[in-house]
């Protein structure tokens, strides 16, 4: 049985720093972003706002869309969030 997949997108704050990546366990993953656990880029920039995200059935599907996503513009990923999620609320209380 293959793992779950999660493509997240984290803001520093509204319209600020955007940071794409892929996970198998969600919750824990933007936890350990929210506690600064991570070295590198989103504690460097203080990235801890879960503001869009997409489940799939296998972790090779995820990265696929993780791919695609940090390949389109600014503009399109803005859109992409602003859709679900028109006020970059953190998301994070409704995946707990």
Do not use: C, P
């Amino acid at each position: 049985m293959s793992k779950k997949g999660y493509v997240y997108i984290l803001a520093s704050k509204r319209n600020g720093v955007l940071y794409i990546w892929v996970t198998s366990n969600l919750i824990k993953r933007i936890y350990e972003h929210k506690s600064e656990l991570i070295e590198g880029f989103t504690k460097r920039y203080h990235i801890k706002r879960l503001v869009y995200f997409e489940i799939y059935e296998n972790m090779y599907d995820a990265i696929s869309r993780e791919k695609q996503l940090k390949s389109w513009s600014r503009e399109n990923k803005v859109a992409l969030i602003e859709n679900k999620n028109k006020y970059w609320e953190d998301l994070y209380d409704t995946i707990l």
